[in-house]
């Protein structure tokens, strides 16, 4: 377990240890009450203001949410991939109960139902869906471990006020793998080819227009669209491999804030501090350009305030399971933010502050080194590579040779001074001798000298 770190933002702030010390549950009342009260009364008071509090006790609420995470993890889901049959398998008998509703609002083109789950009897709706790229399914493994959460029947559960503070403010609509037939071969499209989150205009296939239909039915108030995004994706230009990015996206082109973006800026900034409590310097901001056949970007049109959450990649955590723990923490706490109106205090610079999101880096750069073929001299060159699996980092492959000073990776190698001998299955052979090929398989030896039988520092790719 990593140590958990406060915020930039939240440590900018000021903090009682009265605060810190009261529960979670005690605390969120706490911010309700101060929400009205500063919606009521501007003026300065000897009570903290609702943002301060939010600020000070984001992280204890995520706290709490990483160890329902851990005590409600559904046991049958324990990697990224798994199918439509195995997922609703470990679901649907949590969600037989008495406090769910469960319905089919669809079916997939391949003809596997679309549910939707519901949970409270709260006077704002909040429709959340996930996995719409069937690739990507980290929140789709956080809402199975949620079902499990709110479906706790224990006599005395120490989260019974939490649960019926949001099951009494929210109806939670979860509409989990939207696309169970890109998800049946894990890749992004459904079964026509359609990336269903470039279909919100066109409504060609049954997933888009079951999550339309949902929609206008439901005219949920807040709106969260659940995705991966590509591991090579860093905080800024200059920072770390992003693992979370969030959206409040625009709903059209002028990307102006009307009344329903600014409550989404709200929600988005709730988000930012609790993802940021856990994961410092690793959250970013999406691009917000609009996009007219995006769902995000129409259900804000729509007028349901949306934000988009992202699961990028953290270093150590190749199945997302990490991942997926902060996502029922972050979840939780906005839930309940929500459910009380403290995100309503929320400071939207906890969001704008975010750096955006940058893709386009390369998984690993070896740099400083000099490259040997077999009979040739030494070159000084550097190697990007990208590993076939990004999150996981394996399966690595050559993708430039040369001067790459200028290309940015997630992670560096430096082998100043040292010599990089390809691995016979990194080399082809012409006629005339060994070729290092551009998509080989990036695996070396790195010794000290040019000679092939000088001493071996590391290897680089090499099978465990
Ligand atoms: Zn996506």
Redesign the pocket.
């Given at each position: 377990m990593p140590v958990r770190l406060r915020s930039r933002l939240a440590s900018s702030l000021p903090c009682t240890h009265v605060l810190r010390a009261l529960g979670a549950a005690t605390l969120l009342a706490l911010l309700s009450a101060c929400a009205g009260r500063t919606a009521a009364t501007s003026s300065a008071s000897p009570v903290p203001s609702t943002a301060e509090l939010l600020a000070c006790c984001g992280d204890d609420a995520m706290g709490v949410g990483l160890r329902i995470a851990a005590d409600y993890r559904e046991p049958a889901i324990t990697t990224r991939r798994f199918t439509h049959e195995q997922y609703w398998n470990a679901v649907l008998p949590v969600v037989t109960h008495a406090g769910f509703r469960v319905e089919e609002v669809g079916r997939s083109l391949h003809g596997r139902p679309l549910r939707t789950i519901t949970i409270g009897t709260g006077r704002d709706t909040v429709l959340l869906w996930s996995q719409?790229?069937g690739d990507?399914s980290t929140a789709s493994m956080a809402l199975a471990d949620l079902f499990r959460w709110f479906a706790n029947t224990r006599a005395e559960d120490r989260d019974d006020a939490l649960r019926a503070r949001i099951m009494q403010g929210l109806t939670l609509v979860f509409l989990p793998m939207l696309n169970p037939d890109g998800a049946e071969r894990f890749q992004?499209e459904n079964a026509l080819g359609v990336d269903i989150?470039r279909d919100a205009r066109n409504l060609a296939t049954p997933e888009a227009r079951a999550l339309k239909a949902v929609r206008d039915r439901q005219r949920p108030a807040f709106g969260f669209n659940l995705?991966?995004?590509n591991a090579r994706t860093r905080v800024g230009r200059d920072g770390v491999q992003a693992a979370i990015a969030l959206l409040a996206p625009p709903h059209d082109a002028s990307r102006e804030y009307n009344a329903v973006r600014s409550r989404a800026r709200l929600v988005a900034a709730t988000l930012a501090m609790s993802f940021g409590t856990e994961l410092p310097q690793r959250v970013a901001k999406y691009d917000d350009g609009f996009n007219p056949r995006a769902f995000g970007d129409l259900m804000q049109q729509w007028g349901t305030s949306t934000v988009l959450i992202?699961s990028g990649a953290l270093p150590g955590d190749p199945e997302k399971q990490r991942l997926r723990a902060l996502h029922v923490g972050a979840l939780l706490s906005v839930f309940d933010a929500l459910a009380t109106g403290a995100y309503r205090a929320a400071d939207p610079a906890w969001y704008e502050s975010l750096p955006f999101n940058t893709g386009g880096a390369s998984d690993l750069l070896i740099t400083g080194g000099q490259l040997v073929l077999p009979g040739q001299a030494p070159a000084r060159v550097d190697l990007a590579v990208n590993f076939d699996d990004a999150v996981a980092r394996t399966g690595g492959r050559v993708r430039e040779v040369g001067d790459l000073a200028d290309v940015v990776a997630i992670d560096t190698l430096d082998v100043r001074g040292l010599f990089l001998h390809p691995a016979a299955s990194a080399l082809v052979r012409d006629a005339a001798g060994a070729v290092l090929r551009i998509g080989a398989p990036a695996v070396f030896d790195v010794r000290r000298g040019a000679q092939p039988e000088s001493p071996l520092v590391r290897t680089i790719g090499a099978a465990p």
């Open positions: 719409m790229h990507e992004r989150n995705h991966d995004q992202e």
